[in-house]
């Protein structure tokens, strides 16, 4: 999918196929480029694909793969495959962490929510990205989904949240059923990677930066970026297990809120991942007698306190992970699985400040805190009469155990970064993706680290790369 429409031509190869890794290796290491990205998330593609629109030679480095075309992609399967320790990453605390691991990186499993950044960005960080986001906004056609595509269900949340003095509203979304490559089939399932095309990812702007002229290699771990007199020269890494070195004008590290970290610590930016934030998620379902909101697309009606620090949505986890959720819960919990049909779910968000930490030995830290906690109990109750009021049995009310979500600010802006987002240690690196926020946003991320990154790729063309 090319620009948000089917493409008749074949989706653009990110390895050279005819070469080997050691002709690879040979082949990258002998060409000098304008700009090394490593990640192919929403900054790494962003800001990879703008540069080489501007005339600039650019190399892209992803660790994972693209499995776009594969059977399990958007699938219960999948993420067992594509994301880091197959599902299994936990904090040392033992709070789960979804990473996805491929080209793309967070955007195939996120719900495609758009929300542009808090009403405090400005003020904490200095980097007006209001242009950026309405121009992708205008790009995407970002906008909330026709009524008839939101289910029933969904909107008898919203109605119900309304009737409690809530301003419950449409959900503003990265999906345009008119770009799907058949039938508009999302439900709760997208969240597992969209397989009818109507769902934007990274991917998308990975291609048009193929296309545009970008060299990706995938399957490449980026393990330090080489620095000579407090200048960042290039990377160093390793290509399906083969060493490699690559020189550039410009690094730019777009690995995420937690591998963004781990490469600066190798690279000689102790302090970085010395704090991290993620919006702490759980969801509180209710059963009614009709149908549930299992099979709506996820996060189309939405509700934000401010006041409390909370955001709602409307969300039911995938079936298959539901059911497997109440099965390490323990037996006596395996009685909810055949109810699923007839569940209404409500995601919240917690906020929270930034704590915990990401070590250089791969460790984690995000604990939950009593004030963490009070905000949970908070959302809870809001969810539990909502829940009421659209008629689900107040006995079948319960809650799933929280998750870690968009791991952010661990390397932010206005301590590790300038406003250019250049690190304050070392000239020519610059970090482009959720790890440079000041704060979480409790709020979808992707939209603002889109506007970062098209930013960054104007102030290189401007200055770093005007030549």
């Known amino acids: 999918m090319i620009n948000g429409k089917k493409s008749n031509q074949k989706r653009p190869k990110a390895i050279k196929q005819n070469l080997n890794v050691f002709e690879l290796i040979n082949d990258i290491k002998n060409n000098y480029y304008d700009a090394i990205v490593v990640g192919s998330g929403p900054g790494g593609s962003t800001v990879a694909r703008d540069l080489a629109r501007g005339g600039k030679k650019v190399i892209l480095l992803e660790h994972g793969k693209d499995h776009r075309d594969k059977w399990y992609y958007g699938t219960f399967i999948g993420p067992f495959i594509y994301t880091d320790k197959h599902g299994h990453l936990k904090s040392k605390e033992g709070v789960p962490i979804v990473r996805p691991m491929m080209t793309g990186g967070a955007t195939n499993m996120f719900a495609s929510a758009a929300s542009g950044p808090p009403s405090w960005w400005l003020s904490k960080t200095g980097v007006d990205i209001e242009s950026e986001i309405n121009e992708t906004i205008d790009e995407l056609q970002i906008a909330a989904l026709p009524e008839k595509y939101i289910g ?84 160093q890494g390793t290509i399906k297990g083969k060493n490699f070195l ?46 549930g909101n299992t099979g709506d697309p996820p996060m189309t ?43 209404l779910g409500i995601m919240v968000k917690i906020k929270e400040d930034i704590k915990g930490y990401v070590a ?60 250019n987002l250049k690190t304050v240690d070392f000239d020519n690196l610059y970090v482009s993706d959720a790890s440079t926020f000041p704060a979480p946003l409790v709020r979808p991320p992707t939209l603002t680290i889109i506007g970062l990154s098209k930013r960054l790729a104007k102030h290189l063309i401007k200055t770093k790369l005007n030549t």
Not at 175 to 186: H, L
Not at 392 to 407: A, E, K, M, V, Y
Request: charged share 20%; proline share 5%; aromatic share 10%.
């Open 360 to 419: 250089p030995d791969g460790e984690i830290s995000m604990p939950l805190l009593h004030e963490d906690h009070l905000r949970a109990n908070i959302g809870y109750q809001v969810c539990k009469n909502i829940l009421l009021k659209a008629g689900c049995d107040p006995n079948s009310i319960f809650w799933n155990p929280p998750r870690g979500t968009h791991p952010c600010a661990t390397v932010r802006i206005g301590h590790h970064l300038d406003s």
């Open 246 to 291: 690559l020189n550039a004008k410009i690094v730019i590290v777009s690995a995420g809120g937690i591998g963004t970290p781990r490469i600066l610590q190798n690279s000689g930016i102790y302090n970085a991942g010395d704090a991290l934030g993620v919006d702490t998620t759980f969801v509180v379902y209710g059963v009614i007698k009709g149908k």
């Open 152 to 235: 029933a269900a969904s909107q008898r949340i919203g109605e119900a949240g309304r009737d409690l003095g809530m301003d419950w509203q449409s959900q503003k979304k990265f999906i345009n059923p008119q770009r799907c490559y058949s039938k508009f089939d999302c439900g709760d399932k997208c969240m597992f990677g969209c397989k009818c095309g109507g769902k934007w990812t990274a991917n998308d702007y990975m291609d048009q930066a193929i296309q545009a002229g970008v060299t990706v290699i995938t399957e490449c771990t980026v393990d330090k970026v080489i620095v000579d007199d407090e200048v960042a020269t290039g990377v």
């Open 301 to 343: 009606m939405s509700y934000c306190d401010y006041e409390n620090g909370l955001m709602y949505s409307t969300l039911t986890q995938p079936f298959g992970l539901f059911s497997l959720i109440q099965y390490y819960k323990g037996w006596n919990h395996l009685y909810k699985i055949p109810k699923f049909p007839h569940m």
